[in-house]
């Protein structure tokens, strides 16, 4: 399967000058931008909103990826929609109305996608299947950049990519495998190799910063 798509977290960028990173890693070679939203309710920690969303807007075409680690779900996804979000991703157990909330993202002009953490069952998929454009499996407890990478989360991409296969042989539409968390130029292969499609990475792209290596070296690690 591909094509792979990288999708740099932005969690792990300089904050003081997020602009400026956004631009340079999607001009290295990065297709999307991974923004982990973090509400100190749902997880133990808290990021960034809709109005730092707007303002990387304007410094790139690449889609933005929401991610939403936050509870409840609902009345951030029109205002992310208008800060520009692509693509917008909730955990269900943090939603009343899964469906709900999917069909609001999709009203709202975004692709909508659905979050896994290493312990929830997949049985959150089985009514949802034909409104879901994306599935991000956490490889790691939500809340913070730089964790390692849990390996039972290679049954669960397997799994779920048989499921995706299932679905768009018998005509359903396409739906992405995205991986988040602990993901680096080592383990990748695996992960693209039990099914995921789309990766995001964090502190492995960023701390090239610290390493004295550029982000197109880096990504082209992770590509090859
Ligand atoms: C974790 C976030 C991830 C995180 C990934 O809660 O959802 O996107 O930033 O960072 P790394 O790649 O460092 O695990
Ligand atoms: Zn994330």
Not at 18 to 24: A, D, I, R, S, T
Not at 34 to 45: K, S
Not at 72 to 92: C, E, Q, T, Y
Request: proline share 7%.
């Amino acid at each position: 399967n591909g094509p792979f798509r990288i999708a740099p977290s932005i969690l792990s960028a300089d904050f003081a000058r997020l602009g400026e990173e956004v631009e340079n890693v999607i001009a290295a070679g990065a297709d999307i931008v991974h923004f982990d939203v973090m509400d100190n309710h749902y997880v133990p920690n808290l990021t960034i909103g809709p109005l730092v969303c707007e303002a990387i807007r304007p410094r790139t075409k690449a889609p933005i990826d929401v991610h939403l680690m936050v509870k409840p779900v609902d009345a951030l996804v029109p205002m992310f929609a208008k800060a520009g979000a692509d693509i917008i991703s909730f955990h269900p157990e943090a939603s009343e109305h899964v469906d709900r909330t999917l069909a609001l993202i999709r009203e709202n002009g975004c692709k909508a996608g659905l979050a896994f953490n290493p312990a929830t069952p997949l049985h959150h998929l089985d009514h949802v299947m034909d409104r879901i454009d994306l599935i991000l499996v956490m490889s790691v407890n939500p809340g913070f950049g730089g964790q390692g990478f849990i390996p039972e989360a290679l049954v669960k991409i397997a799994q779920i990519r048989r499921r995706i296969d299932c679905h768009a042989a018998n005509g359903g539409q396409p739906i992405w495998l995205e991986v988040d968390g602990g993901v680096k130029p080592s383990n990748i292969g695996l992960i693209a190799e039990a099914g995921a499609d789309t990766f995001v990475a964090g502190s492995a792209i960023f701390g090239a910063r610290g390493a004295d290596r550029s982000y197109h070296e880096v990504l082209a690690d992770f590509r090859n």
